[in-house]
Every structure is written in C-alpha cells, then in structure tokens.
C-alpha cells in the first residue's frame, strides 16, 4: 500500500517513551550541482516554465 511504520524508542534511565508514525513511501531524487540536467520533469505547462530558463531534449 505505499506506507511504511516507523517507531521511535526514548530511553532515558528507566523510563520508556514510544511513538509510532505512518509514512508514505516516495522516490526520492537527488541531484548534485556539479551533475549535468538530462532531463527537466514538471507538473506544470510551458506557459509557467520561467523566462530565461532553456529546455532542450535529450535522446
């Protein structure tokens, strides 16, 4: 279902104190500054690309 349980455990002498949290799992992308852009991915339309920002496609 996409979702992952994580539980958190705080111990501090004899006391116990837990907590659950419910994450969604997502892809994660990362890019380093130095790395060339291959491809631009965006929800939006051309209209909003910003002015000045080129898009040129790569095979």
Do not use: Y
Request: hydrophobic fraction near 40%; charge should be neutral.
């Amino acid at each position: 279902n996409g979702k992952v349980s994580v539980r958190f455990d705080l111990i501090e002498g004899s006391r116990t104190v837990s907590d659950l949290a419910v994450l969604k799992q997502v892809s994660v992308l990362t890019h380093h500054h130095l790395q060339r852009v291959e491809v631009v991915v965006s929800t939006g339309t051309i209209l909003s690309v910003p002015r000045g920002l080129i898009l040129e496609e790569h095979s």
